[in-house]
């Protein structure tokens, strides 16, 4: 059953919908858009005969109920719920699958924590095959079940891996004289030799097998097929195949690249490549990426969005060359192994901004020529670099004159690095972004198309998993925001836009740099669902000389293990009651000025990782509410107030109540005389 011409973008409930449809075999509900869906239960419940329903862009985003959503359709053997993002927020999940026997599901982006999905009836399926994300496994412990994904073929009851990959022809003619595994000399191809289980050429699919010749008419294509492959270094180089500069688009989705290794000079030469399709492309295993895409100058714009590389060392010269591509987005590259990053980006002279914020550079030894040659660069972000074991930068920012404005603030370079690169020559109209005294220091939001800084005043919020804000940032309490920045994207985007951003990044939210007087509930549970997955929440840009409210600021932020309150000003703050309530992550207090701070009450409450409260300038002089200040903060140890002269306190109930590690508490500095029992 298709439902292609189904509008459901306003529907907000489907339940059971499909109920007791016991005819049904099969369903595609994949063009489905349910950004408001918020009751799914018993949609397909008694659906007895449904063999497969594909569920691949179905949005759960505000669902919070899914009981016996699949319930009694015992005949279902493949699902593909790989779009159902967040699971901890449904709060119903009863006999979701009681009565179905599943042979494979795909929950490759799901994003469930706390496993809930493991403890419904799926968590009990035998010879189950599982596709999830390998860097965020869901079932861990598989017992008779596979860990694998795969194109599931229900009639052989196993997994089936076509393995090819479409290769599209511009206008110009091909010619293999000697077929795909060997070059124009007749030497062999040895990145492709006994690769190559067979090609079909052109739309008639007429075939080859590696060894025999054949020619292309202009815009044609070929597929290659594969009996065993295990790395596509140099595939298409052009040093080894000529018709590789022919080459206008490329199509991974069929590609099994699980157990991948080497991408090495993968796309090397390939000067009229334009489109790469990376759907399905695995790269968790990949440990060289170096040269990758090197020469490719008509590529304008590339989707590495689904690319994995904890476990890549090498990326030299990666874009090396790609002089057409105007805009890169690697917010999702995991760089810590990386050593070498020589020529990364070298003579890309279209690139206006690179944002590699999330760049871990720590072991990198060498970024000679990394961004030289990028003479349209305009802005840059460089701000976490680490640049303490760098012995080579040599012409890192040669060529790059057009420069307005770059980020280092957070930048480690204990041996000054930075001052032996292009960096000290640029003109005087450079902006940085540093954190030190500078005549030219101003961090921003510059405008490339206004050339100038917008706004100095913003708050960096960075997230540990997925989240959707369908109906875009916006609450009673974030009416100051003049506009976010999303890292994945780099686009600038209203408070009421619709966003979404990636596990392990971050946005960056601006205001008019005319200071508020309010933070109150701005990161609070009880307005928005997705402050949990907050890790970490920057301030050190913000400006905050007005502000006198913090109440509940942090209300529910239950992962959120730090804040940098770096020049933060709190001087005019009276009120911080339920401030950091139920931040059960939170490791450590941050220092503030309290002076004025009249209401501590539930300030702590729930912060169950805090060990000990030593705070000698923490003024609680004219504090009056201590109500549940540290009420279940269950690892606090040690607290010392007794330097403080807290004489108006009124309110002490249950201020340490479940504190059951408290073996030191000085509150000498407290007067008593006031509090109501």
Known sequence: MSFSSFDVSLVTTMNSIFYNCNSLKEIDLSNFNTPKITDIRSMFYGCTELISVNLSNFQTT?????????????????????????????????????????????????????????????????????????ENKIFT??????????????????????????????????????????????????????????????????????????????????????SNITSLKKFFSSDYDINSENIV???????????????????????????????????????????????????KSIDLSSFRTSNTSKMEAM???????????????????????????????????????????????NMDYMFSGCKSLKMLDISYFNLDKITQVSSMFDGIEKLRYINIYHIIDTNYISEQTE??????????????????????????????????????????????????????????????????YQSQINVTDELHIYSGNKITIYFDDEPISSLKSFFDINFDNNVENIK?????????????????????????KSVDFTN?????????NHMFFDCNSL????????????????????????????????DISKVTKMNSMFYRCTLLESIDFSYNNASGLTNLDKMFYGCKSLKYADLSGFYTINVII
């Open 423 to 488: 960096l000290v020559e640029i003109s005087d109209n450079l902006i940085i972004c540093l954190n030190a005294p500078y005549d030219n220091n101003r961090c921003c939001y510059f405008s490339i198309m206004e050339d100038k800084c917008i706004s100095s005043n913003y708050i960096e919020v960075y997230y540990e998993r997925d989240v959707d804000y369908p109906n875009g940032f916006y609450n009673e309490n974030r009416k100051a925001i003049k506009f976010i920045i999303n890292t994945d």
């Open 141 to 226: 412990e598989l017992d008779n079940q596979k860990d694998q994904c795969c194109n599931y073929d229900i009639e052989k009851d196993m997994c089936i891996f076509t393995n090819y990959i479409i290769i599209y022809y511009g206008e110009e003619e091909v010619n293999y004289p000697y077929g795909y595994e060997y070059d124009e000399y007749n030497d062999v191809n040895i990145y492709r030799q006994g690769k190559i289980e067979k090609i079909l050429i052109g739309d008639n699919k007429i075939k080859v097998n590696g060894t025999e010749p054949f020619n292309l008419e202009p815009n044609s294509k070929i597929e290659v097929y594969f």
């Open 62 to 134: 505000l669902v919070t109920n899914i009981d016996g959503l699949f319930s009694g359709c015992k005949s279902l053997k493949v699902l593909d719920i790989s779009s159902f993002t967040i699971i901890s927020k449904i709060k119903s999940i009863n006999n979701m699958f009681t009565d179905v026997d599943l042979k494979y599901i795909n929950i490759y982006n799901i994003d469930d924590e706390k496993k809930r999905i493991v403890s419904t009836e799926l968590g009990e399926m035998k010879n189950l095959t599982v596709c999830q994300n390998p």
């Open 587 to 618: 490791e450590s207090i941050p220092q503030l000025n309290t002076e004025q701070v009249t209401d501590m009450s539930y300030m702590f409450s729930g912060c169950s990782s805090v060990v000990s409260f030593n705070k000698s300038n923490f």
């Open 319 to 365: 874009f090396s060359g790609c002089n057409s591509l105007s805009s890169i987005y690697l917010s999702n590259f995991n760089t810590s192994l990386i050593v070498n990053m020589e020529s990364m980006f070298y003579d890309c002279s279209s690139l206006i901004s690179i944002d590699l914020s999330n760049f871990d550079t720590s072991l990198v030894t």
């Open 249 to 299: 688009s490329i199509d991974f989705s069929h590609l099994d690249s699980s157990s991948f290794e080497n991408l090495q000079e993968l796309f090397s030469g390939c000067s009229s490549l334009k489109s790469i399709d990376f759907t399905n492309f695995d790269t968790s295993k990949i440990t060289d990426m170096s040269y990758m895409f090197s020469g490719c100058n008509s590529l």
């Open 536 to 560: 970490f929440i920057d301030f050190s840009h913000f400006n905050s000389r007005q502000i006198t409210d913090l109440s509940n600021i942090f209300n529910g932020c239950s992962s959120l």
């Open 568 to 576: 933060f000003d709190s001087s005019k703050v009276t009120d911080m």
